[in-house]
């Protein structure tokens, strides 16, 4: 059964700072990868989506890896700023299922 | 486009009560989920739909039902509320294919006391 983990939990970072949210999961056979930025009370926004035959993908500040034969993804934030404060959820698809399977989700909080 | 839209945003029920968590999507997919999601937890998958008269349970679909008579709309029914359903439910759409990225809807936050 695929399992999605997150690490840290919570990050608190000062303003400025590059920082890295991880992601690893368990069954390697992904179809890709996607990762969400949720502020509070708010739903989900797409952020990044890595097919599972990229080795990453980048948005503005924003920069997500995928090592499949490893099972971990990273997400690279760039001079964080106060607005990139919400819980960053990374989910795979599976090949053999048709939903995504999420992780608990990172809570980051950049301070100006 | 809309995307995806969810009513209501907020509901209390007591428990015992019925309702429908309403979810429509403008963007013609024929993918349709819904997800739990429950405080400090990642999202949990309840049922799901891969075209118009097509469902399937999902992770943890007990207590729920769904529809999906035509492509845009895919609501989920909660005959009896329990307090374990207090939860933040969220519906989601993608297009065919294996890869292409799912898209959320604001979510419905509901409490059952």
């Known amino acids: 059964k695929q399992e999605v983990t997150q690490i840290p939990a919570a990050l608190s970072v000062p303003e400025g700072e590059n920082l890295v949210l991880n992601c690893s999961f368990t069954?390697?056979?992904?179809?890709?990868l996607q990762w969400f930025r949720q502020d509070p009370g708010k739903g989900l926004t797409s952020l990044l989506l890595?097919?599972?035959?990229?080795r990453e993908q980048t948005s503005g500040r924003l920069n997500a890896s995928l090592d499949k034969s490893s099972g971990r993804s990273t997400l690279y934030i760039a001079a964080s700023q106060p607005g990139d404060s919400a819980t960053y959820l990374c989910?795979?698809?599976?090949?053999?299922?048709?939903?995504?399977?999420f992780g608990k989700g990172t809570t980051l909080s950049v301070s100006s | 486009n809309a995307g995806v839209t969810q009513t209501p945003k907020f509901r209390i029920l007591k428990i015992g009560q019925s309702m429908t968590l309403q979810c429509t999507q403008d963007m013609n997919h024929n993918y349709m989920y819904w997800y739990r999601q429950d405080p400090g937890m990642g999202l949990k998958l309840i049922y799901y739909?891969?075209?118009?008269?097509?469902?399937d349970k999902g992770e943890v679909p007990n207590g729920y039902n769904v529809s999906r008579s035509t492509t845009e709309d895919f609501p989920l029914r909660l005959e009896l509320a329990a307090p374990s359903q207090t939860s933040v439910y969220f519906c989601a759409s993608r297009s065919g294919g294996a890869g292409y990225e799912q898209f959320f809807g604001p979510g419905t936050r509901l409490t059952v006391l």
């Open positions: 989910a795979v698809k599976n090949q053999a299922g048709t939903a995504l399977i």
């Open positions: 890595i097919q599972s035959s990229q």
């Open positions: 069954d390697s056979a992904i179809y890709n």
């Open positions: 739909s891969v075209g118009a008269g097509i469902t």
